[in-house]
């Protein structure tokens, strides 16, 4: 969850490092610190100022020795020990002459710790990352080389890494490994780099290599050396990023997620483009499941967690019409304990925006010893999905900086839409005019979600109204029950109100009960063969005394008639309304957010890319 990143072999190593943390800051804000080191000593700084660590560090870090040639910093997601200063990374043996930074988790950590108390180690901070550097320590102490030091203690440890560690043996040596947890490392002229995350290290190098699991890099100025924890000699395939620095910066808007809720039309656009031929056939390259492997298919599970879930349950409505099989959509940290019951013709989804979901990870990685085809759908090139799964979908919507979801989502709809069209077509259960019509009509979104991003003021105006109001139930019916999921995640996300999503026929099992005079209810009632039920739903709210919002199609006035307020949408068809009536709830939780005086990008407690269990 948290962002690493080193650099060795440059003379404003302490440039590089705090303006990769500044892109990271996705990834987690509760503090952030650096190590510098050369041959004179190690020296670390580390600030804990929330959603400010990095702004802060960069503020206090000027008295630094800039000529100091290499150095790690880290950016931290609280997991074991709260957010302070002592909890920080980076973190130093005994000694001081070891120093690391760590993204994941290490289960053992405790048994590991107790040994260590044990064995005369004074551990200075509550972290499960700390052990690592002891560790380390105690090897060194035998006589290894820092980096037989880190493949010894890398045996030892249970969980999720990814570290960047430095010693005082040799200061112009910095290594890296990783298992589960995401890493990128690249050389340039006389300087070498490691990271968590692409947008890191943007500036200084396209051309990067990803690790893979349980591999070691010794990054030396100029030069990378890779070997596997057996000490085997490998060379990672290389990795080129064909967009820029630009495409992670706000252009312009006043945040990222105002950036990329405009971004959509585009992703749309960017997730169809090139995948359907001359002849109207979809050709999705990367999914290396034949013909035959997908007309096998009996039944499909689709795994994902927060959005990435939202979209999924969107599919299941487009899969089980079109495919004419059953479907399921489970959270991801759920599915592997639950015993699924799985077999060679059944086909397992993962949907991750970062593709580095541990969770969704985990996940495929059971679907695929239980024999399963496993294809992840996933916006981020060679992640650990990507890897490890028989096939890939990617979304082409571009980076995503601000931590509640938009592009990617309505992206991930489009995208697993192409997927159930593309096994319709193999399977026959749609004619090529149908298909035809299918395609057409996924192509029309994008200018759909334009229209519905124009009317932001719209939307400001009802959230002005309603700014005082503190509970907000989401109702929706058909595709629109995970629209209506959707809406109530983002407003819980970045506004810290209580909000909940139902589909509207549960009313009557039990919320109805906590409706009262106060209470917001939003509800999808754009078209479909719900919307009657939808809208005497919206009436039994209404006669309970809730302040009602809708979300209606363009010239429906019969439902715009039961609402206190109405969001109105383009029309679509029914199973692709959720990529453009999502837009309005986006909004609104937009509005909701700034007018709480709210950073909508970084909301507390959250980060981008959920490497932990």
Request: proline share 4%; hydrophobic share 45%.
């Amino acid at each position: 969850m948290c962002g690493i990143i080193g650099v060795t072999g440059s003379a404003d190593a302490l440039d590089i490092l705090l303006d990769g943390l500044e892109r990271l800051e996705y990834r987690g804000y509760d503090s952030a610190g650096v190590v510098l080191i050369d041959d004179e000593g190690i020296s670390r700084v580390r600030i804990a100022d929330g959603t400010h660590s990095v702004a802060t560090l960069r503020k206090v870090t000027p008295e630094a020795d800039h000529g100091q040639p290499a150095g790690i910093g880290h950016t931290r997601w609280a997991t074991h020990g709260h957010p302070s200063e002592r909890n920080a990374h980076p973190h130093l043996d005994c000694s001081g002459h070891v120093a690391l930074v760590h993204n994941g988790i290490i289960e053992n950590h405790a048994e590991i710790a107790a040994e260590l108390v044990a064995a005369g180690h004074t551990l200075a901070s509550d972290t499960d990352t700390e052990v690592l550097a002891h560790l380390i320590e105690d090897a060194l102490k035998t006589g290894l080389s820092l980096t037989e030091a880190v493949r010894r203690v890398l045996r030892d440890v249970r969980g999720a890494f990814a570290l960047g560690v430095v010693s005082m043996d040799d200061p112009e040596l910095i290594v890296a490994a990783r298992r589960v947890s995401p890493l990128i490392i690249g050389a340039l002229g006389g300087q070498s780099f490691l990271a968590s995350d692409i947008p890191a290290l943007l500036e200084r190098t396209r051309d990067l290599m990803v690790l893979d699991d349980d591999q070691i890099a010794e990054l030396r100025p100029g030069s990378i050396v890779v070997t596997t924890i057996d000490g085997v000699v490998v060379t990672p395939p290389p990795l080129h990023v064909t967009w820029d620095v630009e495409a992670a910066q706000m252009g312009g808007f006043d945040d990222f997620m105002t950036k990329e809720i405009h971004e959509q039309p585009q992703a749309i656009a960017d997730t169809l483009r090139g995948r359907v031929d001359a002849d109207g056939r979809i050709v999705l390259d990367q999914l290396d499941l034949s013909d035959d492997d997908l007309r096998a298919i009996t039944q499909v599970s689709v795994v994902a967690c927060g959005s990435s879930f939202h979209a999924g349950l969107v599919a299941k409505y487009a899969f089980e019409r079109w495919m004419r099989l059953p479907v399921e959509v489970d959270i991801a940290s759920e599915f592997r304990y639950r015993d699924p019951v799985l077999h060679e013709n059944a086909l397992v989804v993962g949907v991750s925006q970062s593709g580095e979901t541990v969770d969704t990870l985990q996940a495929m990685r059971k679907a695929r010893e239980s024999g399963a085809k496993v294809i992840v759908v996933s916006n981020v090139v060679d992640s650990s999905m990507a890897r490890e799964a028989h096939g890939v979908l990617y979304t082409h919507a571009g980076p995503e900086v601000g931590v509640a979801a938009t592009k990617t989502v309505v992206a991930q709809i489009v995208a697993l839409e192409l997927l159930g069209l593309r096994i319709a077509q193999v399977r026959g259960t749609l004619s090529a005019d149908e298909i035809a019509t299918e395609l057409a009509a996924l192509g029309s979104m994008g200018a759909i979600v334009a229209e519905a991003i124009a009317r932001d003021d719209a939307v400001a105006r009802v959230a002005a109204e309603l700014a005082d109001a503190r509970e907000f139930f989401f109702l929706g019916r058909g595709t629109g029950y995970p629209t209506a999921l959707e809406g109530a995640l983002k407003l819980k996300e970045i506004s810290y109100l209580h909000a909940e999503g139902y589909p509207g026929g549960e009313l009557k099992h039990g919320p109805l009960a906590v409706i009262e005079p106060g209470c917001v209810v939003v509800a999808v009632a754009t078209g479909g063969p719900l919307k009657e039920k939808m809208l005497s739903n919206v009436a039994e709210v209404k006669s309970r005394g809730a302040t009602v919002v809708l979300v209606v199609d363009d010239g429906d006035a019969l439902a715009a008639a039961s609402g206190d307020y109405v969001l109105r949408v383009p029309a679509a068809p029914v199973l692709m309304a959720p990529i453009k009536d999502v837009v309005p709830l986006q909004q609104f939780a937009y509005h909701l957010a700034r007018a709480r005086g709210l950073d909508v990008d970084r909301p507390r407690n959250l980060a981008k890319t959920v490497t932990v269990e």
